[in-house]
């Protein structure tokens, strides 16, 4: 495991450390077990963070200097790169942090659930489904909390579909994901066809969910996101020990002695969780979910499961998206769902290509 285990023990006697690990213990019967090169990779990815939200908040058609920037930040500054730093560009930022995060760590916990690294929300349909469900409450009831609480929904509803069609537990291989494509298919006509039967003006006000797009996000979504971020991501740590047993045999899983439809509810709870708050915030922004966790992997050797490393990395790869999709063609801005898009899908041909050979798909 290359993130923080939780480990609960009964046992009053010394538990070892492995080589590489460093533990601690909470209270009596609670160790966390903690791997030294985790530690120090996402040190390194919060860094290189920190600068692209600083690179980001300075820039635009007012660009600010990265001193100036982080002045402001701690609440100096003149009263107007205040203004554009912390009422303009603060908000968006957050929105991409906190969206990236959330589409990346459901990815790699979609890709542990069904054992396939192209299992991701967007390509099983997740993404579409919640679209639909968030467009039709924008179409039917106007732009309120109704869309957060829709895309839930239909995230929910396309995860049933896909493993029901998928004959349930059976995951592994493309039955699931052909299935999913189905769905997702399904869904994004069906958005399609409710954009088409209202006013050019209602059209206009759901057309950022269908694309992907960070402007003008409601605060509330974004907060709501944000603490569902939080729960969900200390929740992926408590149970990070179970998930770190997926990639095995359900019969290898049983023998060992976890319940693995428990293990699997949990982590489609916290994927479909993850994937509808963040398609309520910001649309179904394209692979996201599958750019992030690979790069977590790379960084981490394929060793384990990089929950934590993956929602840095799809959160890093969000800001830098926004960051060209806002600047490469100023004034015009390109939605951050597009940007994704272009760079995502030629990212996807290169690891089939790549992989098929040794069939790791």
């Not at 579909?161 to 399904?186: D, N």
């Not at 490469?328 to 760079?343: D, K, R």
Request: proline share 4%.
């Amino acid at each position: 495991m290359n993130n923080q285990s939780l480990v609960i023990s009964d046992s009053k006697q010394e538990i070892p450390t492995p080589q590489g690990y460093r533990l601690f213990s909470i209270g009596e019967h609670a160790h966390l077990l903690i791997e030294k090169q985790a530690v120090i990779r996402n040190t390194w990815l919060l860094i290189a963070l920190f600068c692209a939200c600083v690179v980001t908040l300075g820039s635009g058609t007012m660009p600010i200097s990265p001193t100036e920037v982080i002045a402001v930040l701690f609440g100096h500054g003149d009263a107007m790169s205040q203004f554009i730093v912390q009422d303009l560009r603060l908000p968006r930022l957050l929105a991409g942090l906190f969206t990236g995060a959330a589409f990346s760590l459901a990815g790699c916990l979609m890709q542990t659930i069904a054992r396939n690294r192209l299992a991701t929300p967007g390509i099983i349909g997740i993404d579409n489904a919640a679209m639909a469900f968030a467009v039709s409450s924008i179409v039917g009831t106007g732009i309120s909390l109704a869309p957060s609480a829709m895309a839930l929904a239909g995230a929910a509803t396309a995860t049933a579909l896909a493993f029901g069609l998928a004959g349930g537990s059976g995951t592994r291989g493309y039955r699931f994901i052909v299935a999913g494509i189905g769905i997702g298919a399904i869904a994004g006509a069906v958005t399609q066809l409710l954009l088409s039967q209202v006013s050019i003006d209602v059209a206009n006000s759901a057309y950022p969910w269908t694309v992907g797009s960070l402007s003008a996000r409601e605060p509330l979504m974004v907060n709501l996101l944000g603490a569902g971020l939080v729960i969900c991501l200390v929740a992926c740590l408590f149970f990070s020990t179970q998930f770190a047993l997926m990639p095995f045999s359900d019969q290898v899983i049983t023998g060992l002695g976890a319940n693995i439809k428990h293990i699997r509810i949990i982590a489609l709870t916290l994927c479909i969780t993850l994937t509808g708050l963040a398609v309520a915030v910001a649309g179904p922004v394209g692979l996201v979910a599958l750019v992030g966790p690979e790069i977590a992997r790379v960084l981490a050797k394929y060793r384990g499961i990089p929950l934590v490393s993956s929602a840095l990395t799809g959160a890093l790869v969000m800001i830098l998206a926004d960051l060209f999709g806002r600047t490469v063609l100023s004034p015009i801005e390109l939605p951050v769902g597009i940007v994704t898009a272009v760079v995502g899908g030629p990212y996807l041909i290169w690891i089939l290509v790549r992989r098929s050979s040794r069939n790791s798909l």
